[in-house]
């Protein structure tokens, strides 16, 4: 597996890989489009939050710009052909829930689009599940921040953060009238495992996205890190405290305890910045990839970690066009 620096592959730096899907990217950011709709501009935020959580690189036995990682069916293009693939998806539940209340009603049609979604997702992939959780849970943020009725600027930015992940919880916590009995391997692994998953951290109020992810983003920002290295101490951050169900599916338990442990102990040497962390990493790294265990609950929160964050900027900024009025 190819190594690269964080400084190389800092936000915007993924050049040598670019494909199709980036530079449609590039394409997005035109004059003429300097404009969108609320809605599309809550869908490019979701858009933008999973290529950036795709090409963020190193990332323990996941898909990043140095290889498939643990996979097999995946790369770091096809991750960017299904996250463009899914940016009507997100405007339409934007548009869905602009005006709308939490509600059975609501969740129902969310989860219909988000159907729908997936199969795009397919289409774009050749039927690689590239992005499945990240429609449930950046989807539902998008609704939340929709929805939410924000507080004002003076209340600081965990309050606006903590508003919306509440207000997708309240829709995260009703019923879809339409869903179909199934055995997923999310639902296999939390009856086996007792554990809460996805649809547990939504119903919650995304406490590793709101108490966990965005405060280690944050702090390593404010100690002075590059962009990159401070969304790899997030992604840690949250792979150090998540029962990740992707995990427990390839793993069981074993994984679990490598990927938890593994990411504390980064963590503890002063994180990936720092030599000792670095060499915690890798053998995260190693120990996971001998276990074909690949943390992608962990991927999909920080995705939603970069989704919130975006928000938050966007509105501390005083930007002209709105994604909640």
Request: hydrophobic share 45%; glycine share 8%.
């Amino acid at each position: 597996m190819r190594t690269l620096s964080l400084d190389t592959l800092a936000e915007g730096a993924a050049a040598p890989y670019a494909t199709k899907a980036t530079k449609a990217t590039n394409a997005t950011t035109t004059p003429r489009d300097a404009a969108p709709s609320p809605d599309a501009q809550l869908a490019r935020f979701a858009r933008d939050a999973l290529i950036e959580e795709a090409r963020l690189t190193p990332k323990p036995a996941l898909v990043d710009a140095r290889g498939s990682g643990a996979h097999v069916d995946l790369d770091l293009a096809t991750m960017l052909r299904s996250a463009h693939a899914l940016e009507p998806t997100f405007e339409a539940l934007a548009r869905a829930s602009r005006g709308a209340t939490p509600g059975s009603a609501l969740r129902t049609d969310l989860a219909r689009i988000g159907r729908a979604g997936e199969a795009a997702m397919m289409r774009a992939t050749g039927g690689s599940n590239a992005h499945r959780g990240a429609i449930w849970i950046v989807g539902l943020l998008v609704a939340g921040a929709t929805i939410a009725r924000m507080p004002p600027d003076s209340a600081g930015v965990c309050a606006c953060a903590t508003e919306i992940a509440e207000t997708a919880a309240r829709v995260a916590r009703f019923d879809d009238t339409l869903a179909q009995p199934m055995q997923s391997n999310g639902e296999r692994v939390r009856q086996r495992y007792h554990v809460g998953g996805a649809r547990r951290e939504a119903q919650d109020g995304f406490p590793h996205v709101i108490r966990v992810g965005l405060p280690a983003l944050h702090a390593a920002r404010a100690q002075g890190h590059d962009e990159a290295t401070a969304r790899v101490d997030a992604l840690l951050a949250i792979m150090a405290s998540l029962d990740d169900t992707c995990v427990l599916h390839r793993a069981g338990l074993a994984g679990r305890e490598a990927a938890q442990t593994g990411a504390q102990r980064v963590r503890d040497a002063g994180g990936i910045a720092t030599r000792a962390g670095r060499a915690a990493f890798d053998a995260l790294e190693r120990a996971l990839l001998a276990l074909n265990a690949s943390p992608g609950g962990a991927a999909d929160l920080l995705a939603a970690t970069l989704f919130i964050d975006k928000l938050l900027h966007h509105r501390i900024g005083g930007r002209t066009v709105s994604w909640n009025n």
